[in-house]
């Protein structure tokens, strides 16, 4: 699977050398041609079943891009920034990442809760 940077100029392996406190969401916008689509949902969900087995996960939701185009986000919740780099940076993990079909594109990122009063909590 490829790997192409939500931002670019702070990719995910940036941001799983920093520091951080509480929970985070990872984001993750796959793209994929569409005669793999099933392809792409056998390997996803292998990779949910790993994850959701490690210390740390809360939760995951995929969601399907409305309409004919085969884009998918993942959303998943993790305790710490620390539970989703040892999840994530885990070689059994990394292996895995060679069963999605090669158009697969992956842009992951990692974000942080944010509080707006009357509306969202931390």
Not at 58 to 65: D, E, M, N, P
Not at 84 to 113: C, E, G
Request: aromatic share 12%; proline share 8%.
């Amino acid at each position: 699977m490829q790997m192409k940077p939500l931002d670019p100029a702070f990719p995910i392996q940036q941001q799983l050398g920093l520091s951080h406190e509480g929970p985070i969401v990872l984001g993750n916008l796959f793209t994929i041609d569409a005669a793999d689509e099933d392809a792409f949902l056998a390997a996803w969900a292998v990779d949910a079943a790993y994850m959701k087995a490690q210390p740390g996960f809360i939760s995951t939701q995929l969601h399907r891009a409305l309409g004919s185009s085969p884009a998918y986000f993942n959303s998943a919740v993790w305790e710490s920034l620390d539970a989703f780099r040892a999840a994530f940076t885990n070689p059994a993990f990394q292996a895995k990442l060679t069963d999605y079909p090669a158009s697969a594109v992956a842009s992951p990122h990692l974000f942080q809760r944010v509080a707006v009063p009357g509306i969202c909590t931390e």
